[in-house]
């Protein structure tokens, strides 16, 4: 198994960036496809970015293409997300999750690991 430590959000003005970061350790992360999901306050949690085992192949939720880019370091056992043009819709406890498969996912339940969520909150 892996363990996920999600770390790097805060508090950010519209328009800001931040970089989120997600520490594995245990087993080989580079087997892991990774990915980041988010959570509103009232809200489903939902889909953000995936990434392939080994950076190869992101997928993107709509509401984030074009501002949100999902990265790897296998040599660092790390994943990122890098989010610019915030908006304060963006709000929400992100979670990094891993899934023993080499094929991407948009879907929650077919990841089997889950940090424990950082905080983003934009504010206007």
């Known amino acids: 198994q892996v363990q996920l430590v999600d770390t790097g959000g805060g508090l950010v003005q519209v328009g800001g960036s931040l970089r989120l970061s997600c520490a594995a350790s245990g087993r080989t992360f580079s087997i892991y496809t990774m990915g980041w999901f988010r959570q509103a306050p009232g809200k489903d949690r939902e889909f953000v970015a995936t990434i392939s085992p080994r950076g190869i192949t992101t997928y993107y939720a709509d509401s984030v293409k074009g501002r949100f880019t999902i990265s790897r370091d296998n040599a660092k056992n790390t994943l990122y997300l890098q989010m610019n043009s915030l908006k304060p819709e963006d709000t929400a406890v992100y979670y990094c999750?891993?899934?023993?498969?080499?094929?991407?996912?948009?879907?929650?339940?077919?990841?089997?690991?889950w940090g424990q969520g950082t905080q983003v909150t934009v504010s206007s």
């Open positions: 999750a891993a899934r023993e498969s080499g094929l991407t996912s948009r879907q929650e339940n077919e990841y089997r690991y």
